[in-house]
C-alpha cells in the first residue's frame, strides 16, 4: 500500500478522503489557449496543480523567450517564482492561495516528491538556457529542445524511434530558442536531410535515433 501511495497521481491522491478540507480551499479556474496564468510580475502568490491541459512555464527577457517547461496533468507549480505562465490550450487549473496551501500540505510526501520533480526539471532547463545563451548557437538550442521533448514526453515507436509532439509553429519554436522563423525553419531542414528527424506534421516529429540527434548538438545526457 505504501508504494502505490507514493507513486499515485496527484490528482487521484487528492481524492483521498484526509484531503477533502484541502479539496474545498481548491478553486476550479479555466483558461483558454494562448491566455496568461500569470505574468512575471505577478502580484498574487498561488499554487496551482494542472487538472487538464497544458501550460508553459517561460522566462521573457527584451523581445525573447526562453522556454523552462511545460506542465501536464498532475503537475504543481506557483505563480510567484517570476516567470511566465501561459496556456498552450484549454486548460483547467485548481488555485490557492500559498498560505492556505502550505497550512493544509505541510509533510504530505506526494505533493512534496511533485513539487521537487516539476522544479527540478524547471531548473535543469535554465541552467541549458544559460548554458545555450553562453556558448551555443542556435542550431544546439533546437536540438536541445527536440531531444529534451523527446526525453520528457516522447512515445516510442518499435523500430521506428521516438515521436513528439512540440504542438508550437516553428515561429514559435524560434522564440523559444533565441532565433529567427526563417533560421529555424532552415535548421529543421538540415535536421530533416540529415536523417536525424522526420517531420510528421505542424510540431510533430519522429526522432530515428535519439543519441545520434544529441551528439550533433553537443549534448551528451545519461
Known amino acids: 500500500m505504501g508504494m502505490k501511495f507514493l507513486t499515485e497521481n496527484l490528482l487521484d491522491h487528492l481524492q483521498r478522503p484526509e484531503f477533502t478540507e484541502l479539496r474545498s480551499v481548491l478553486s476550479t479556474r479555466r483558461y483558454t489557449k494562448g491566455s496568461y496564468i500569470c505574468q512575471s510580475e505577478a502580484d ?25 517547461g511545460i506542465l501536464g496533468k498532475g503537475d504543481i507549480y506557483s505563480t510567484h517564482a517570476g516567470t511566465y505562465v501561459q496556456a498552450l490550450e484549454d486548460a483547467e487549473l485548481l488555485m490557492t492561495d500559498v498560505i492556505t496551501f502550505r497550512r493544509r500540505m505541510v509533510g504530505d510526501p506526494e505533493v512534496t516528491k511533485a513539487m521537487i520533480r516539476v522544479l527540478g526539471n524547471i531548473l535543469k532547463s535554465s541552467f541549458a538556457i544559460i548554458d545555450g545563451l553562453a556558448f ?17 514526453h516522447g512515445i516510442k515507436v518499435e523500430n521506428e524511434g521516438i ?20 533560421t529555424v525553419s532552415t535548421l529543421l531542414n538540415d535536421l530533416i536531410r540529415a536523417g536525424l528527424i522526420e517531420r510528421l506534421g505542424r510540431g510533430k516529429f519522429l526522432i530515428p535515433d535519439l543519441t545520434a540527434l544529441e551528439s550533433v548538438g553537443g549534448i551528451h545526457l545519461t
Do not use: M
Open 44 to 68: 498574487e502568490n498561488l499554487v496551482f496543480i494542472v487538472a487538464g491541459g497544458r501550460v508553459r512555464v517561460y522566462l521573457g527577457y527584451e523581445d525573447k523567450e526562453f522556454n523552462l
Open 163 to 182: 515521436r513528439i509532439d512540440v504542438d508550437l509553429s516553428v515561429e514559435q519554436i524560434a522564440r523559444l530558442v533565441g532565433s529567427t522563423r526563417q
Open 136 to 152: 551555443k548557437d542556435a542550431n544546439h538550442r533546437l536540438v536541445a529542445l527536440l531531444a529534451n521533448e523527446a526525453r520528457r
